[in-house]
């Protein structure tokens, strides 16, 4: 069956659109949906034509692999658009579900589009490095204004349909959109009004157009490495400036411009790598899963909490359990507080917030967490204490009910085991705040049955969070790289460089980019909760027995500077203000004296990145050799979801390949024997050397499972 067909009802031409799943753009649908067109031109007796879907949405996009294609190009499709748009006839768009990117270019050629009150609209290829390539920023300005495309386009985030309709672009919101499109293809048909093609418009707000311009070249000059924004405010002038024509060329041109940067090539890269992340191997997608209606917290701590509100805003019903009342009041008013706190920034009513609130039970006996499909463990990270737990958790939960343990560090398999059921043990890994973050460490322990990996696979997209399946190791798949990352950073600090220059290289887009520098990023989280779970990862005699490793940080833990809680870490704390602290200064020298560290009047920048960066793309190496990651896009999941890694440098895994394997080996072997590498810190992964030797890229690596 064509994937889109011209059917007859009464005097109305339907082009009805069916390309399971979302009706994406691709070649074969443009050639089905060009011979519909030509069969309606033909048809002389249709007085007018609906544009529909079949299925759950409106066209909801393109084909974003099509984009690697050398021979890509949107000319087909735009020149549909515009036979559409020329057509003597009115053309209606029928929309609803999720209306982005080519659909939502389909909708603008029309001469009026109907929306169901659910319906979403956007033009999201700015996260892809992009911006819309049929037409978007010319008919969108004119249809909507510069002011409001300049948002859409450089947002990438959709407008609700009520929010459209008063943007212009939606002409009638109606519950039934497809009766509400043939209605008013009927009318304008009928009315002898002429038709509006938008191309022929102009932007409603085209006199104070030029503000909203050099607003917008200004924020692209604040953030170079996205050069989709410059192209962005380029195309809007045009839309002002020039006749259509010439602004389908400049538009046509930025597209093709951009999508060979490297930018746009890692964020579409990791595009993909999100989509790949959901398949587990060994699971198939139609794998059983236990039902979820009730979900346990134990411990309602800093993360206890933030995990409730996740499951809480996903309206699932919770029970808390915490050790005294006083202790479950502290977690209910941390709750409370965040929820507070959405509700001022506008995210939420104060209605939504009480609701969610109010399905949460709290109590201080852990037999009340009997009824729940899965508990979830945010205990203090101390082993004792989660095998402790583990029992009592193994005896109380029902039958069939999942345990998750939210360690950061320790070893999931020996809680599994204490708890007597392993199979129905995993870890979820949330990060900090857990109700903001996107990324969930899924840990699968090697006796984690697959129906118990798949049911939290199923609930972590119910929860919204971005998923990726870790094997059991210290740190999992991200804190095993932070770690190296933090020790090269202290380790410089000791050798002469100041915190403020690493967090500045770090997060300098130039070299890298990263929200937050690794000093600065400790000081928040607090010097205390990382060193805690160093100290006894070298008291278990499985964590570097290098007597400097990360000194400084058990240093600053020992000495109470516990970062910006205690206005004291690697830096001081000036009313909350990160500032060159004296005292830390002091300490590294100390330190380095005391372990023979020869410091240096200067470390250059480029050492720094090097050092940060290479190791960490080793330890990555390391991760995928020993099937704690099962593919390299996984690992630049978990960093650019969880560690503030830019985006639009793909991950360290991606930004390897970007830099060239060959030059990381030679680097790390530089490194060993200036430094060296008694501790093995310099060691090359014999997969990145191996990989480096055949030319091979990091990212196409594939396990053989
Ligand atoms: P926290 O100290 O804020 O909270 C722990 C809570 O557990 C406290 O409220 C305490 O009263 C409660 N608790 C202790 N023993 C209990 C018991 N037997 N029964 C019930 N409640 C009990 O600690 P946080 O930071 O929330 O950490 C919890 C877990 O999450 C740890 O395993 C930690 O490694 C992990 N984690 C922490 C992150 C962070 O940034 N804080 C990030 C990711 C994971």
Redesign the pocket.
């Known amino acids: 069956m064509s994937k889109a067909e011209l059917h007859r009802d009464g005097r109305l031409g339907i082009l009805r659109i069916d390309n399971p799943p979302v009706n994406a753009i691709a070649p074969d649908l443009v050639t089905a949906m060009d011979a519909a067109l030509t069969a309606f031109e033909a048809d002389t007796s249709l007085a007018a034509l609906v544009i529909e879907c079949a299925g759950r949405t409106f066209v909801a996009g393109g084909d974003i692999a099509a984009f690697d294609d050398p021979s890509f190009s949107a000319g087909p499709f735009n020149a549909l658009l515009a036979r559409i748009e020329a057509s003597d006839r009115p053309v209606v768009a029928a929309l609803f579900g999720t209306v982005l990117g080519g659909g939502l270019e389909l909708a603008l050629a029309c001469h009026a589009r109907v929306a169901t009150p659910t319906t979403r609209l956007g033009l999201p290829e700015i996260t892809l490095g992009l911006i819309p390539g049929s037409l978007g920023t010319q008919r969108l300005p004119r249809l909507a204004g510069v002011a409001k495309a300049c948002e859409m386009i450089t947002s990438g985030k959709p407008i609700s349909a009520s929010a459209a309709a008063a943007a212009g672009i939606v002409d009638k919101l109606a519950e039934d959109h497809a009766l509400a499109a043939r209605e008013l293809a009927l009318h304008l048909a009928g009315s002898g009004a002429p038709i509006r093609r938008t191309r022929a418009l102009i932007a409603p707000d085209a006199d104070t157009a030029g503000a909203v311009i050099a607003e917008a070249r200004r924020a692209a000059q604040a953030r170079p490495w996205l050069p989709a924004l410059a192209a962005v405010a380029d195309c809007l002038a045009a839309s002002v400036q020039k006749s259509f024509p010439d602004g389908e060329g400049v538009e046509a041109r930025a597209f093709s411009d951009l999508v060979r940067t490297p930018q746009s090539r890692a964020m579409r890269h990791l595009f993909f790598a999100e989509r790949a992340a959901q398949k587990i191997p060994g699971l198939s997608r139609d794998a059983e899963r236990r039902t979820i209606s009730r979900v346990g917290i ?9 995990i409730a509100m996740c499951f809480a805003n996903a309206g699932y019903p919770l029970h808390l ?4 009342q006083d ?1 479950l009041d ?2 209910k008013g941390l709750i409370a507080a965040a929820y507070a706190s959405t509700v001022t920034r506008g995210l939420i009513s104060e209605d939504q917030a009480q609701a969610r609130i109010g399905l949460m039970t709290g109590s ?1 006996d ?1 037999a009340d967490l009997s009824d729940c499909d899965i508990v979830v ?6 082993m004792e ?2 095998l ?2 583990a029992r ?1 958790l193994g005896a109380v939960c029902k039958l069939g009910a999942i345990i998750a ?6 070893d999931v398999d020996r809680i599994a085991r204490e708890t007597g059921r392993a199979g129905d043990v995993l870890g979820t ?4 705040p ?1 109700h903001i973050m996107k990324l969930l460490e899924v840990v699968r322990g090697k006796d984690t049955a697959p129906e118990v990996l798949a049911t939290v696979m199923e609930l972590s997209r119910r929860i919204r969070k971005t998923a990726v399946v870790s094997g059991v190791c210290y740190g999992f798949i991200g804190n095993r790289m932070a770690e190296v990352y933090m020790r090269e950073s202290e380790a410089m600090q000791l050798e002469g460089a100041v915190p403020s220059q690493i967090d500045g290289v770090a997060e300098n887009p130039a070299f890298l980019g990263m929200a937050m520098g690794p000093s600065r990023m400790l000081d928040m ?2 010097v205390d ?1 990382g060193a805690r ?1 160093v100290v006894e990862w070298i008291k278990s005699g499985k964590g570097p027995q290098d007597p400097a490793y990360r000194i400084l940080a058990r240093t600053l833990y020992e000495h109470g500077q516990h970062g910006q809680k205690t206005g004291q870490g690697y830096y001081r704390y000036d009313n909350r203000k990160a500032v060159h602290s004296d005292d830390t200064q002091k300490l590294c020298r100390d330190l380095a004296q005391a372990h023979g560290v020869t410091r240096r009047a200067a470390i250059p920048d480029e050492e720094i990145l090097e050092r940060l960066l290479y190791p960490m793309i080793n330890e990555a190496a390391l991760i995928l050799e020993d099937g704690i990651a099962y593919r390299p896009g996984d690992i630049d999941i978990v960093w650019t979801a969880g560690y503030g890694f830019p985006a639009w440098r793909g991950g360290p895994v991606f930004m390897a390949d970007e830099i060239g394997l060959k030059t990381i080996v030679a680097r790390m072997d530089h490194y060993a024997a200036a430094l060296g590498n008694e501790h093995g810190y310099w060691t090359v992964a014999p997969l990145l050397r191996h990989l480096a030797e055949t030319n091979s890229r990091l990212s196409d690596w594939q396990r053989h499972i």
């Open positions: 134990l411990g309602v701590g800093t993360m206890g909490a933030g359990v915490e050790t005294s202790g502290r977690g201080t852990m463990e945010a205990v203090f990270e101390d204490l989660k402790s737990v009592k343990t939210n360690t950061s560090t320790l890994h949330f990060f900090s857990a989280a607090g909760v779970t």
